[in-house]
């Protein structure tokens, strides 16, 4: 059953009185677990590739191989965490409050479009010393993302991320590392550009004057208490996807032909969106959306329940006489809005169990609305086959 | 429940009475009174302003009675009155100034209960009073209620009075009921001839929207009509459930479950087993508007939607502008032709409802207007 009829998602105002206990997002793990799973680890791998050259040639299919893994790191307090809750359990932003310090690595697997780990390191370990498998944690890894606090004094975490680049770069040095500038709601747009400004300039004279040109460093401007941290964790997996420039084709042909405004293909339980076509990312467009599919989710935990069969059966008799799923034009969820001003309604499409496209249409499209869905079928066949291809070469 | 009836069957035929100036006489007072803090203005700016909860934390005391007029189905103007609880400051402040916060509820009273108390109590159609749960002195409230009571006793003894127990949410969950029961009962016991209708609230969650829906549905003068009307065009579209939303605060005013959900056991038709799903429509799309005024760049108060498609492999729904005053919701079982015919019905029957909405209007072509429902084809 798709997320989208059975996900379920807790709103901003929807505590009930009797309200389940918050559960705990996290599976803990005991040391003892920890150090099988990584002689595990070793010995799937085999021998540790050393060679640069070697890495690099394996780096498309990388991720196609196995599960990409997503590292979480940076000093303590710095909010990874409350990233990866907000993110990837739909913790409430201000709940996060009460999150306890992480003592050991946790590891979160999530089951999605492509089947990837996050893992969530504490701040206050060294994973730089020797006593640490460097192969078992950075082996098969898709980012690292290394979170800093924009409101606190940075200069440690800096040093912290130019010392572990510099013990990664000889033998991993196809890693991204994403430097997320974390806790910026509450900062100016100038000071928040001060500041990225500053850590840009402070690592790349460090990294260089240790010989480290074009290292593979992204930035970004984060916060858990608007939608930046999706945008931000939508381009870190992104890089992460096969095919990505296939997916991007197939939803700029369906822009072009449907003079929609922007299309995301929104994976619907992180809210991330891992492909877009080729018209720049505003902010509003993409809340638009990522709301939209939380009213969708809500809406149909509302009304989805089951029916009980002899209804089903009446409704399949006279004066149809055909199956429900023959009467339905479209097998998985559809749905638009058009607001009261008429110019740019939304659609939706269920793509997959985890996947929805979600459009922005142009003005008057909503009339044309059968030949739009004519052309996003096409499109949504497109997708599944992508994927499927993907699929089989795991 | 017996006497909210006759209180709207008194106003209707007030209200049809030629000799009678039929817009005066719908124009019902809606007093919301209770302490100072006690949450009235947060309360009615969620419901009607949009705000979401954490917005209320900027609102500051309300000073002297605020007015607001809501328009409503039915021609139906709420007359708000919003009576500050720290009302003193402007009408006692110029000869004292009062500091202690017993002697203020004491200014505050008076003030109502002396010389405004004609100008406040009369014409009065609701009486929403709001208890703070956490209140220390719950007695001295009791005072101020009893004497609210009575004089609205001298001045409108038709009125309906509605108790909110407000800020449940502050209480220790296994308590609640105990202590809502509790205050009830003491509150019960010193409402003189009326006979209030208590209701559990908080901000943060559906109980308020619930609270709310309920005080409209009574308020609203034409309903029995309005609801025959849509319990018809319920089973003509063949729907599931029918839903009428209140424009501003998207509260479900009415609702129209279909009884043709069959189970094996014939004599009960199967229910949805989210008993409180209205209001927690009413919360998701309340939401949502805050999206899409940014989106859109409107303000919050503005309507926001116009037509909502969703077509799910287990039900489909829409959502529609209907009339002047208010938008429906039709919930529906799956299947294209049932769909779009329901659809195109609905548009047809909107002439009809929006009679009812505002009957002044265009009562002279109603005749004519009859509703046509197209075939299944």
Known sequence: ?394 | MEAQMDNLTMQDKLASSPSDEPRKQKKKKVLLMGKSGSGKSSMRSIIFSNYIAKDTRRLGATIDVDLSHVKFLGNLTLNLWDCGGSVYLKLAGEEEMLTSTDARQDAFMENYLSQQRQHVFSNVGVLIYVFDIESRDFDRDLLTYRSIVAALSQFSPTANVYILIHKMDLVVPNLREDIYNDRVSLIRSKSDAFDPTPFATSIWDQSLYKAWAEIIHDLVPNLDQIEKHLGSLGKLIMAEEVLLFERTSFLVVSSWTSNAIITSDKDHPAQNPTYDRNERLSNIIKNFKQSTSRYTGTPKSAEQLSIFDLKMPSFSMFLIKFTTNTYLGVVLPPGEERYNAAKLNCYIARTQFEDLDSPARKSADRAASSTEIVAES
């Open chain 1, 1 to 394: 059953m798709s997320l989208l009829q059975t996900g379920r998602r807790r709103t901003k105002l929807d505590h009930s009185y009797n309200d389940r206990p918050r559960q705990g997002p996290f599976r803990h793990i005991s040391p003892a677990q920890l150090s099988l799973e990584r002689v595990h680890e070793q010995n799937r791998l085999g021998t540790p590739k050393k060679d640069g050259t070697k890495a690099s040639e394996q780096a498309p299919g990388k991720s196609a191989k196995g599960k990409p893994r997503l590292l979480l790191m940076g000093q303590r307090r710095s909010g990874k965490s409350s990233i990866s809750s907000v993110v990837f359990h739909k913790m409430p932003p201000n709940e996060t409050l009460f999150l306890e310090s992480t003592a050991r690595i946790q590891k979160d697997s999530m089951h999605s479009f492509m089947d990837f780990q996050v893992w969530d390191f504490p701040g206050q370990v060294d994973f730089m010393d020797p006593s640490f498998d460097l192969d078992a944690i950075f082996g098969e890894i898709g980012a690292l993302i290394w979170v800093i606090d924009a409101q606190d004094d940075y200069l440690e975490a800096i040093t912290r991320l130019n010392g572990t680049i510099l013990n990664l770069q000889p033998s991993y040095p196809n890693v991204n590392i994403e430097v997320f500038i974390h806790k910026v709601d509450g900062l100016s747009d100038d000071y928040k550009l001060d500041i990225q400004r500053d850590i840009m300039q402070r690592i790349q004279d460090e990294l260089s004057d240790h010989g480290v040109e074009n290292a593979p460093i992204n930035f970004h401007l984060t916060s858990i208490y608007n939608h930046s941290i999706f945008e931000a964790f939508s381009k870190v997996i992104q890089k992460l996807i096969p095919h990505l420039s296939t997916l991007e084709n197939l939803l700029n042909d369906l822009c072009r032909a449907c003079r929609f405004e922007k299309a995301y293909l929104f994976d619907v339980l992180s809210k991330i969106y891992i492909a877009t076509d080729a018209s720049p990312v505003d902010m509003p467009s993409y809340e638009i959306c990522s709301d939209y599919i939380d009213v969708i989710v809500d809406v149909s935990e509302i009304y989805g329940w089951d029916r009980p069969k002899e209804y089903i059966k009446s409704l399949e008799g006279p004066p149809w006489n055909k199956k429900l799923e023959d009467q339905t034009a479209c097998k998985d969820a559809e749905s638009a809005i058009v607001l009261t001003d008429g110019k740019r309604p939304i659609m939706l499409r269920e793509v997959n169990k985890y996947l929805a496209l979600v459009a922005i249409m142009c003005e008057g499209s909503y009339e044309k609305m059968p030949t739009v869905i004519m052309n996003v079928e096409g499109t949504v066949k497109g997708l599944i086959e992508v994927f499927e291809i993907t699929k089989e070469r795991r």
